[in-house]
């Protein structure tokens, strides 16, 4: 149990009644030692909320509505946006599902929602006098949840909504006559530049009011160039204005009573109001998503490394507990709560995408792109050769489809887009930090039986196989908003892309062989030991090339005595194209084939010395050779085969085993044909003789 001094020194926490099961009834008379201290203490109170439109302000609502119902008003600072007023936009909000739990138990729960408008980055935020009136009056509590939570926001805009917006709320809690605590969200990374983290606010990056100041007269370009270097060791503007504003809260809170809580990565809900409640992309949720419409195959995370994912509800029920707590106890120093699973429940990224994986092949989404199969990495190189292989070929392939089909392409657009929120994601995911949750284990014996079960945040109690599941189950249902009873109609679609895949597999194999492996010397050396030998003995000695086709034709048989594959122009030539594709050649036996077609190996040989009579071994063996065998050979149908019959033969004259050698071997028939200096011209010579 640990008490921090606004210094930032820990020091040990001793709280006012520090009783077994501590419920303060001297202090504001509220709750009996075993009962539901938490709940009874909000009874009749006024509570502020900012941020209730987003993420945690909604689970906080709702779960003050449910499990306090006694509570008297939430005013809610809600802006007007898209010509919505903050009255039709809370409407909107409150007819989500999260609060159908809350609608059946209790259907009046909106008679104590109080929406006031209030835009946080004007100057008194943008409040109207009567309201600042009401407000002061009335409020006990206040929740200050709002925020930009963008990775990529400009710092001016992120330090007025994080940083001065949090200094102008502080200022009018401090006018507020009935204020027992100020509860602030913050974030477990506002200190990410630090390996360990106390529950202590650590010295400013900078002075916050300075920084203010200079940014005020500074325009976008100048305060654009400078960001990097002014947050330093900060990954984003987002967690380096949390750390500015956890200073601002300690210097401006007077005599308020302040708590801070900093949840680490918070993702959809564990329990409550039902599990797997989420309705947002951010953090690993998108991520999810991604890999489980098949779109995401790789991103840079440590397998190893702690996923510090903290469940929503675990978050808001210690945020009401701080505020009880807060109001009660009444702590000297702000206290800080470091919100995270990592150093009492840990569980990793490598285990995290394990079970992801696997409840979206059970579960899968609808219209995949592909089957979701992501792999993390921490290797840079590895992770960039999948963004080639499987992003953006892929998209590009797809794309291309989209275009031949008159649609407009836009899986690529979607993958930069995917880059680039993975990209901010990466710093989190590997790496990891330690965090001293002491404040969080305090507070937890501070309360009572009854609501330790009611605001349970025990994160030991947390199954992660069970909760991931939940979580993506979750997306799908809250975020994407898909039927669970189409489930066999998702599934099926998985079966039909796997089957596309097979085919697609298959036919880029058989490209893949047919274009670099048959024509590279290399591969077919260390292929060709590993097939048969099949030929026969007697075939063996009967026809001695046998020997060496018979590795390239597997089902030899005796061939008939007749058999001359080489008959065609176009079979010719193919054999040609395949060893060698060199116009000239192709050329000469395109035209030797037309002038006299060749049917018998004497026959071809005739034509050959009539161009040129073969002085050389090479140019002799080789012609004949590249003839002879398919005579006697039948199985070698396709060109293919009969390349790799004609390669052996010339292995037999002089065997290669380096590509140039190989190179050099063939370049000798065709050197045979060379000395003409065009082959037509030869030709008609020869022909004209
Ligand atoms: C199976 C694999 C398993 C391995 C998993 C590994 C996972 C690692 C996850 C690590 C998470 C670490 C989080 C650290 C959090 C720190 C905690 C906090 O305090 S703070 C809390 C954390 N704060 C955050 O997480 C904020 C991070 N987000 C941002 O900063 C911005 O949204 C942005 C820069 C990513 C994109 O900006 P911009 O290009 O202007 O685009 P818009 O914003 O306008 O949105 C465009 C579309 O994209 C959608 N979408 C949004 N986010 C994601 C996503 N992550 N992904 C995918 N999609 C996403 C969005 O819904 C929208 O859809 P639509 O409406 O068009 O259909
Ligand atoms: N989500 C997470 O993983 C984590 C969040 N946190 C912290 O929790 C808090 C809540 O986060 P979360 O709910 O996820 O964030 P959301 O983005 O979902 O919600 C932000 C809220 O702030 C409100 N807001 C933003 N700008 C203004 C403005 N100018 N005037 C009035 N209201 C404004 C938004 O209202 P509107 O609807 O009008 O935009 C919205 O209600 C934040 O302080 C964040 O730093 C901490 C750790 C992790």
Same mark, same amino acid.
């Given at each position: 149990m640990g008490r921090r001094l606004r210094d930032g020194n820990v020091a040990s926490h001793t709280p006012q009644n520090p009783r077994t099961n501590s419920c303060s009834r001297w202090e504001l008379g509220v709750c009996a030692a075993v009962m539901a201290c938490v709940s009874e203490f909000y009874a009749g109170k006024c509570v502020l909320i900012t941020g209730a439109t987003g993420f945690m302000g909604k689970v906080l609502v709702e779960k003050l509505l449910r499990s306090c119902p006694e509570v008297k008003a939430l005013y809610l600072l809600i802006r007007t946006k898209q010509g919505q007023s903050s009255q039709q936009r809370i409407h909107t909000t409150l007819q989500s599902k999260l609060f159908d739990r809350l609608r059946e138990e209790n259907p009046d729960f909106h008679k104590k929602i109080i929406p006031v408008s209030s835009e946080l980055t004007q100057p008194g935020l943008a409040l109207s006098d009567e309201d600042v009136q009401t407000l002061t009056q009335n409020v006990h509590i206040i929740f200050h949840c709002a925020a930009t939570i963008r990775f990529d926001e400009p710092l001016k805009h992120a330090l007025q909504l994080n940083v001065i917006a949090t200094q102008q709320l502080l200022s009018l809690a401090q006018q507020m006559q009935q204020l027992h605590a100020f509860i602030h969200i913050s974030t477990a990374y506002a200190n990410c530049n630090r390996h360990h983290i106390d529950e202590v606010i650590y010295p400013p990056p900078v002075e916050p009011g300075k920084l203010i100041h200079s940014l005020e007269w500074m325009d976008d370009a100048i305060i654009r160039d400078i960001t990097p270097r002014l947050i330093g060791d900060w990954p984003n503007t987002y967690t380096y204005t949390k750390a500015l504003a956890e200073c601002v809260v300690q210097q401006e809170s007077g005599k308020l009573n302040v708590g801070i809580?900093?949840? #680490?990565?918070?993702?959809?809900?564990? @329990?409550? *109001? =039902?599990?797997g409640w989420i309705?947002?992309?951010?953090?690993? /949720?998108?991520?999810?998503?991604?890999?489980?419409?098949? +779109?995401?195959?790789?991103?840079?995370? #440590? !397998? %190893?490394?702690?996923? %510090?994912?903290?469940?929503?509800?675990?978050? +808001?029920?210690?945020?009401?507990?701080?505020?009880?707590?807060?109001? $009660?106890?009444?702590?000297?120093? $702000?206290? $800080?709560?470091?919100?995270?699973?990592?150093?009492?429940?840990?569980?990793?990224?490598?285990? +995290?995408?394990?079970? $992801?994986? #696997?409840?979206?092949?059970?579960?899968?989404?609808?219209?995949? =792109?592909?089957?979701? !199969?992501?792999?993390? &990495?921490?290797?840079?190189?590895?992770? @960039?050769?999948?963004?080639?292989? #499987?992003?953006?070929? *892929?998209?590009?392939?797809?794309?291309?489809?989209?275009?031949?089909?008159? @649609?407009? *392409?836009?899986?690529?657009?979607?993958?930069?887009?995917?880059?680039?929120?993975?990209?901010?994601?990466?710093?989190?995911? /590997?790496?990891?930090?330690?965090?001293?949750s002491d404040n969080m284990n305090m507070l937890m014996n501070q309360l009572s039986t009854e609501d330790r079960k009611m605001f349970n945040f025990d994160v030991r109690q947390l199954n992660w196989p069970e909760y991931i599941e939940n979580y993506c189950i979750g997306t799908k249902k809250y975020v994407l908003n898909e039927d669970m009873a189409d489930i066999p109609a998702a599934r099926q679609h998985l079966r039909k892309l796997r089957n596309i895949r097979y085919t697609f597999n298959t036919v880029l194999l058989v490209f893949i062989w047919r274009v670099f492996?048959?024509?590279? @010397?290399?591969?077919?050396?260390?292929? %060709?030991?590993?097939?048969?030998?099949?030929?026969?003995? &007697?075939?063996?000695?009967?026809? *001695?090339?046998?020997?060496?086709?018979?590795?390239y034709c597997p089902c030899l048989g005796p061939a008939p005595a007749h058999q001359a594959p080489c008959t065609t122009v176009y079979g010719r030539m193919t054999v040609y194209d395949r060893v060698w594709p060199y116009d000239r050649v192709r050329q000469c036996m395109a035209v030797y084939d037309s002038v006299w077609p060749c049917t018998t190996v004497y026959g071809r040989m005739a034509v050959y010395d009539s161009v040129r009579p073969c002085t050389t071994v090479y140019g002799r063996m080789t012609v004949y050779d590249s003839v002879r065998p398919c005579m006697a050979v039948r199985p070698c149908t396709t060109p293919y085969d009969r390349v790799r019959q004609c390669m052996a033969v010339y292995d037999s004259v002089r065997p290669c085993t380096t590509v140039y050698g190989r190179v050099r071997q063939c370049t000798a028939v065709y050197d045979s044909v060379r000395p003409c200096t065009t082959v037509y011209g030869r030709v008609r010579q020869r022909m004209a003789v």
């Open positions: 809580i900093r949840p #680490s990565i918070v993702g959809a809900s564990w @329990q409550e *109001p =039902f599990p309705d947002n992309f951010n953090g690993p /949720s998108g991520v999810f998503i991604a890999a489980g419409k098949g +779109i995401l195959r790789t991103m840079r995370a #440590s !397998n %190893d490394a702690v996923a %510090d994912l903290i469940p929503v509800d675990v978050v +808001i029920n210690l945020t009401l507990a701080a505020g009880w707590y807060t109001a $009660v106890h009444r702590p000297k120093s $702000v206290l $800080v709560y470091n919100c995270t699973t990592g150093g009492i429940n840990p569980f990793h990224w490598g285990e +995290i995408e394990h079970h $992801v994986m #696997s409840t979206f092949k059970r579960n899968p989404l609808e219209q995949a =792109f592909r089957r979701p !199969n992501a792999n993390i &990495t921490s290797n840079y190189l590895i992770n @960039q050769y999948w963004i080639l292989v #499987s992003h953006k070929f *892929p998209a590009l392939l797809y794309d291309l489809f989209l275009r031949l089909s008159g @649609q407009k *392409p836009q899986m690529m657009r979607i993958f930069n887009r995917l880059h680039k929120a993975i990209g901010l994601l990466e710093y989190f995911s /590997s790496q990891d930090w330690e965090w001293n492996i048959a024509r590279s @010397q290399m591969a077919r050396n260390i292929c %060709d030991p590993l097939l048969p030998d099949l030929t026969t003995d &007697t075939q063996k000695l009967e026809y *001695p090339y046998q020997q060496n086709t018979a590795i």
